[in-house]
């Protein structure tokens, strides 16, 4: 059992960079592996990066390799999101997220859901 609350979407400009925030409470964070999700007006649900429970290990969709990184301190029960060099295509509502699995990167893996925190990237 886990709650999620995302924060730190905002407005910026390409080639610019945001920091996303997901904190967690139900005193079971660690034991989950968590992911970050986005989802534009008219397109289904984006799998973007995920993180084991250790931290140890990360997986990233193509399109934001090398760009976007995924971390998380389990002391502080929060996984962050730094995003770089954004591109217009980023624009998305973002969403944290928690699997039982050792390793998830469909929607499906996922049993705890954050609200989500818009990001929108101008030209």
């Known amino acids: 059992q886990v709650q999620l609350v995302e924060s730190g979407g905002g407005l910026v400009q390409a080639g610019g960079s945001l920091r996303l925030s997901c904190a967690a409470s139900g005193r079971t964070f660690s034991i989950y592996t968590m992911g970050w999700f986005r989802q534009a007006p008219g397109k289904e649900r984006e799998f973007v990066a995920t993180?084991?429970?250790?931290?140890?290990?990360?997986a990233y969709v193509d399109s934001v390799k090398g760009r976007f990184t995924i971390s998380r301190d389990n002391a502080k029960n929060t996984v962050y999101l730094q995003m770089n060099s954004l591109k217009p295509q980023d624009t998305a509502v973002y969403y944290c997220?928690?699997?039982?699995?050792?390793?998830?990167?469909?929607?499906?893996?996922?049993?705890?859901w954050g609200q989500g925190t818009q990001v929108t990237v101008s030209s």
């Open positions: 997220a928690a699997s039982g699995a050792l390793y998830a990167s469909r929607w499906y893996d996922y049993n705890y």
């Open positions: 993180i084991s429970r250790t931290g140890d290990s990360t």
